[in-house]
């Protein structure tokens, strides 16, 4: 299997920030990776796919990058509602893994 | 709007089967694949395996030997049966579409999700 591992695992920032989000994994998968977001008691909603493309609907207030083993996730200027946690996920092979999550809380 | 929707027992025995369906709306089962993926309480997120619209099927290894989904293309729906289960799995059962980055390409990004279903095991 695919390890994912995020940092941090929890953050605390301020509405307007800019926040980065990191997803490492323990063999290279091209760009076959994707970020989610989930608030509480809710399913998870696709933000990037294929590591840097929006998807539809999005803000453009998020982005991603990477490649091969190494891929970020950026909040340009952090709003109340993105006060979730977000998650990555692989789709290089199966099992299609996600990270353990990293959850963007209030300062 | 494709919109999907699980049902089935909220509590199921220890060593009994889980069993949950996912009605497709919206649009049809008969492309893209179909996964279950599951969160256990306060947890992060675990997939459990798809099915194509074809009927073939891909497992997460660590469930593989429990693990059962099929395809109803005619109810636009699909299954999930999970055997002999245990407290462990107990988690919010989520089914989702696999769609492709492009067209025919081989990586997929889960666009549309159902809204979770509590499945607890207990007696």
């Known amino acids: 299997d695919i390890q994912m591992t995020q940092s941090p695992s929890s953050l605390s920032a301020s509405v307007g920030d800019r926040v980065t989000i990191t997803c490492r994994t323990n063999q290279s998968i091209r760009s076959y990776l994707n970020w989610y977001q989930q608030k509480p008691g809710k399913a998870p909603k696709v933000l990037i796919y294929a590591a840097s493309s929006l998807q539809s609907g999005v803000p453009s207030r998020f982005s991603g990058s990477g490649s091969g083993t190494d891929f970020t996730l950026t909040i340009s200027s952090l709003q109340p509602e993105d006060f979730a946690t977000y998650y990555c996920?692989?789709?290089?092979?199966?099992?299609?893994?996600f990270g353990q999550g990293t959850k963007v809380e209030i300062k | 709007q494709v919109q999907l929707q699980e049902s089935g027992p909220g509590l199921v025995k220890p060593s009994e089967t889980l069993s949950l369906t996912c009605t497709v709306s919206?649009?049809?089962?008969?492309?893209?694949?179909w996964s279950w993926i599951r969160q256990p309480p306060g947890k992060g997120l675990e997939w459990i395996g798809y099915i194509y619209y074809s009927g073939s099927t891909n497992y997460n290894p660590s469930l593989k030997s429990r693990v059962t989904i099929s395809v109803d293309t005619s109810k636009n729906q699909f299954s999930l049966k999970l055997s002999s289960v245990t407290a462990a799995d107990t988690a919010v059962y989520y089914c989702?579409?696999?769609?492709?980055?492009?067209?025919?390409?081989?990586?997929?990004?889960?666009?549309?999700w159902g809204q979770g279903t509590l499945v607890t095991v207990s007696s």
């Open positions: 919206g649009g049809s089962i008969s492309s893209y694949d």
């Open positions: 989702a579409r696999g769609s492709p980055f492009y067209y025919g390409s081989s990586g997929y990004y889960y666009s549309f």
């Open positions: 996920q692989q789709s290089y092979s199966t099992p299609r893994t």
